[in-house]
């Protein structure tokens, strides 16, 4: 059963810092890999979709990159900023069978940026 | 609209009743997917629709629990008898295709007192 797990559980930065949130699993044969963002109330925002032959996607300030073998994604932010606060959820397609339509997500990272 | 819409967004119920939650995907698409997110325990997969048929309702926590979609398009999610432990958001989600990227509304609240 694939599992994912997501760390830091919660983080927050000052504005304008760099920062890395983590995404593990552990099943490696995995379709591709998203990151969601979800405000509070609110419901999910795809940020980057990474395919399993990929190894990384970019869109404007954020970069995701995906090791297979290994088990991992990471979601880079550069330049945080206050609207940047959101929770950020990381979630795995299986690509065994005819599966490969469930999405299995982490509990999510709550990011605080401060002003 | 342009993105998948759920009503309502909020649903407040007395134990014992039933609801019925509704879910309107993104035209064209043909795969319709409900997850429940509840707290403490992140987002779970409940049931997968192409067009009108149910292959996978593997998630479906209790019989209590069923959903329909009809001309393939919209869904609805009921659950019977609810109880305290059914309080959660239940998001629905459209693709074009079941290894598309999916799309998610909006969510409703569900609280059970």
Known sequence: ???????????SVPEGENLVLNCSFTDSAIYNLQWFRQDPGKGLTSLLLIQSSQREQTSGRLNASLDKSSGRSTLYIAASQPGDS????????????GSNYKLTFGKGTLLTVNP | GAGV??????????????????????????????????LGQ??????????????DKSGLPSDRFSAERTGGSVS??????????????????????????????????????
């Open chain 1, 1 to 11: 059963k694939q599992e994912v797990t997501q760390i830091p559980a919660a983080l």
């Open chain 1, 86 to 97: 959101a929770t950020y959820l990381c979630a795995v397609r299986v690509g065994r069978g």
């Open chain 2, 5 to 38: 819409s759920q009503s309502p967004s909020n649903k407040v119920t007395e134990k014992g009743k039933d609801v019925e939650l509704r879910c309107d995907p993104i035209s064209g698409h043909t795969a319709l997917y409900w997850y429940r997110q509840s």
């Open chain 2, 42 to 55: 992140g987002l779970e997969f409940l049931i997968y629709f192409q067009g009108n048929s149910a292959p």
């Open chain 2, 76 to 113: 609805t999610l009921t659950i019977q008898r609810t109880q305290q432990e059914d309080s959660a958001v239940y998001l629905c989600a459209s693709s074009f295709g079941p290894s598309n990227e999916q799309f998610f509304g909006p969510g409703t609240r569900l609280t059970v007192l």
